[in-house]
Nanobody, 117 residues
């Protein structure tokens, strides 16, 4: 049974930084794409950033220049700088066995990020 273990969420003031990490455990498969989604109350889940096994990255427009996704083997990180109140959401890690993050895959349990003064 594959599990994705997330860490790094919390409460931060506007302009602050947080670093999310996600590591898989269990299972026997080759991870290709890894990414982070977020969902705020009353809103749909959206893809924030993704990275595939070749290092190609994607960012939603609202986080470009502020967030950086990286991976170290099967561990994926999301460095979030210059955080804004609108970044407040539950953040979910996802991994897939294809290069397309939207393919069916495995999800983490979610970690809360709250940006507030």
């Amino acid at each position: 049974q594959v599990q994705l273990v997330e860490s790094g969420g919390g409460l931060v003031q506007p302009g602050g930084s947080l670093r999310l990490s996600c590591a898989p455990s269990g299972g026997d498969f080759t991870i290709n794409a890894m990414g982070w989604y977020r969902q705020a109350p009353g809103k749909e889940r959206e893809l924030v950033a993704a990275i595939n096994s070749h290092g190609s990255t994607y960012y939603v427009d609202s986080v470009k220049g502020r967030f950086t996704i990286s991976r170290d083997n099967a561990v994926v990180h999301l460095q979030m700088n210059s955080l804004k109140p609108e970044d407040t959401a539950s953040y979910y890690c996802k991994c897939t066995t294809t290069a397309t993050i939207s393919s069916p895959g495995y999800w983490g349990q979610g970690t809360q990020v709250t940006v507030s003064s």
